[in-house]
């Protein structure tokens, strides 16, 4: 039964990117950011006051089972995503998470199981598939412009983080993978309509952080489409700089996409054909706003959502089935305390 009214909604943690994320798009929207949990309650406090949180939760337990909280957010470490995910569908609240939606293909498989069981809508906050800039991508797919689709190509890198970055740790499921080549791989999975299906895993390669056994610095996977046409996913978590690419090449032209994972910041379209090269500006405002509108549309309106369980489990194991390939063991998943 739908409800009107603003979304309440609770936040798991105090994440740098939960400003960009989700208080932005929340105030955008007119949605209400009921509470706030983190490790440190004094961390919670300034986000709360920062942001405008109308109360902090003693604990995240507290936070998924407060009855006001309808849409639980989930920013955690990646290895905190499938428990809590869980933790907050068994409490029967929708669930927005981040990406990945959980640490490996089994406890994607239980978080599918658990949506199925709660009634519940969960989504893996794949931002970029609501904006402008990649719906533009597909739009020249569809029209013919860019003839039949041949090759695609996604890279997402960015520098180093400090050797003491989560993001470098094998038990927090971490690796450049799980960060930024889940992008990669979901870029080139939504291009099924136009290449005669869902693509597969032909090979994939990396090389390991040093320090951080297990744990991938950067990894390249090649993909082919049922119709024909190839992939190339690469992610790199030791680059030179950002780079955050998406090209489309067909049988008449091809396209680029300049940051189709950050477009606020650069919303480029670059088309070229044999009419010319032509560059479209699709705007700045920010895919996590788009997303939320998203999410409130098929909440309270039933809007279809392009995003679901189906689809986070299907992501997570491509990206299992890309580490073995590549020679990395999967992540392993955490057990939160008492739950064991």
Not at 13 to 22: D, K, N, V, Y
Not at 271 to 292: D, I, K, M, N, W
């Amino acid at each position: 039964m739908r409800t009107a009214g603003p979304l309440r909604i609770g936040v798991l943690g105090a994440a740098r990117i939960a400003e960009l994320s989700i208080v932005g798009p929340a105030r955008a929207g007119g949605h209400r950011l009921v509470a706030v949990a983190a490790r440190a309650r004094d961390r919670a406090e300034a986000f709360a006051a920062t942001h405008g949180v109308e109360r902090v939760a003693d604990s995240y337990a507290d936070l998924v089972a407060d009855p006001e909280i309808e849409v639980v957010y989930n920013p955690l470490a990646n290895s905190l995503h499938g428990p809590w995910n869980l933790a907050a569908l068994q409490a029967g609240k929708h669930v927005l998470t981040e990406k990945p939606s959980a640490s490996n293909a089994a406890e994607a498989t239980e978080v599918h199981e658990a949506t199925a069981k709660a009634g519940t809508v969960f989504m893996e906050g794949f931002h970029y598939l609501f904006h402008p800039v990649t719906l533009r991508l597909h739009e020249l797919l569809s029209s013919g412009e860019l003839g039949d689709l041949r090759h695609v190509d996604t890279m997402v890198a960015m520098p180093a983080p400090p050797d003491s970055d989560i993001r470098w740790s094998l038990p927090l499921a971490g690796g450049a993978l799980m960060d930024l080549g889940c992008y990669s791989l979901h870029a080139q999975r939504v291009l099924a309509p136009w290449a005669g299906g869902t693509p597969r895993l032909i090979a994939a390669r990396g090389g390991e952080r040093a320090g951080a056994a297990g744990v991938d610095e950067w990894l390249d996977a090649d993909l082919e489409f049922p119709g024909g046409a190839t992939g190339t996913a690469r992610c790199h978590m030791a680059h030179h700089t950002f780079e955050m690419s998406c090209r489309v090449v067909g049988s008449r032209g091809e396209a680029t996409a300049v940051n189709f994972v950050q477009p606020h910041l650069d919303d480029r379209v670059v088309v070229r054909t044999s009419a010319g090269e032509r560059t479209e500006e699709l705007g700045r405002r920010s895919s996590y706003t788009y997303q939320l509108e998203a999410f409130a549309a098929h909440l309270r309106h039933g809007t279809p959502l392009v995003l679901d369980a189906d689809d986070a489990l299907t992501t997570m194991r491509l990206v299992d089935d890309t580490y073995r390939a590549a020679g990395f063991p999967v992540r392993p998943r955490s057990v939160l305390p008492g739950t064991a």
